[in-house]
């Protein structure tokens, strides 16, 4: 694994930590994708197996993404804000700061005796007692699949099968370029255990909604390609969203569509959010795009980050689409310098 700041235990003594506690509130982030919750919930179930008591979280009470609905489990989660059980232990994934948390998972945190991360996002400092970041793991769901073996937990069926989700999600279909050896392998032993990917196939990547499909195609119909065709930058309105009825989630699957274009090495798509402009950015090559995200207050992953930027949605179109522009062609240390953070952005 790679070295992080926050890291302080190894895999086998996280196991050998949640094999001797018994109850567990586990967390991720705001607006969780395939793999938070398939991290949250492939951990509950593993810990159940070994008879311990486990309550997921939804860090905001908000619906999740209905594509995710078929995951095992996902119909008993509790918004943090909701949630009145005991709670003794903490276990946050996928989720590196506080603020990804919210503030109603944050004052929980503060509650409970003992606290962990697990994650793969790095970060400067912890903000739980015992942290394991490892930037490398294609998933967190890898990492929770090795500490449930550690555990000798069963993972044969749901626990397989909300790992191989979060692996699949967070790999794009085993597209991305944190698909490794690695990644392959976890996958076959996924599957060995139970794990369906035509399943999780349809359910995840072709059961879009219409909404979707049309939000799609109206970012298609806007795409600017900069840089020589190495850029695509397109942008959702809330009119857009209130013509079609659609929600957040159906904007999800839309940059893939930019992605996918030939000669793109860069694709972002601005989605308009109550008063603030929310930003998804992809490389398709070796471009750092987390290093753009982080200099307008987000974060993420080198390959596939987000943003939220304090402004209107014709100011952040051409904010962003100058320092994309400076990263694609000038490396990401120039494009760094084009804005000033504190002025141009907030943190999500």
Known sequence: MAVTPQTNIDLPSVARFLASRDDFVICGHVSPDG??????????????????????????????????????????????????????????????????????????????AASLTLDHHAADTAMTELAYVDPEAASVTMLVWEVARLMRADRVGDVATCCYTGLVTDTGRFQYQNTDRAALAAAADMVGAGADPSSVSREVFQNRSLASI??????????????????????????????????????????????????????????EQDDVVRGSIRAKDDTDVAAIARHFGGGGHRAAAGFTLKRSLEEARGIVRRVLVEAVGAGCDRAVDAVRPSEEARRA
């Open 214 to 271: 049309r939000l799609e195609s109206i970012a298609v119909d806007r795409m600017e390609l900069e840089a020589g065709g190495s850029v695509a930058l397109s942008w959702l309105s809330l009119a857009d969203f209130a013509a079609l009825d659609a929600v957040k989630a159906d904007a999800e699957p839309v940059i893939d569509a930019l992605r996918s274009v030939a000669g793109v090495r860069v694709a972002c798509v601005l989605r």
């Open 35 to 112: 793999d938070c919750l398939g991290s949250q919930l492939g951990l509950a179930a593993a810990l159940r197996s070994l008879g311990k008591r486990a309550t997921c979280l939804l860090a905001k009470d908000e619906p999740v993404d209905t594509r995710l609905g078929f995951l095992p489990g996902i119909a008993d989660m509790v918004p943090a804000s909701s949630f009145s059980g005991e709670a003794v232990t903490f276990v946050a994934v996928d989720v590196p700061t506080r603020e990804r948390m919210g503030e109603a998972a944050a004052a929980l945190l503060d509650r409970c």
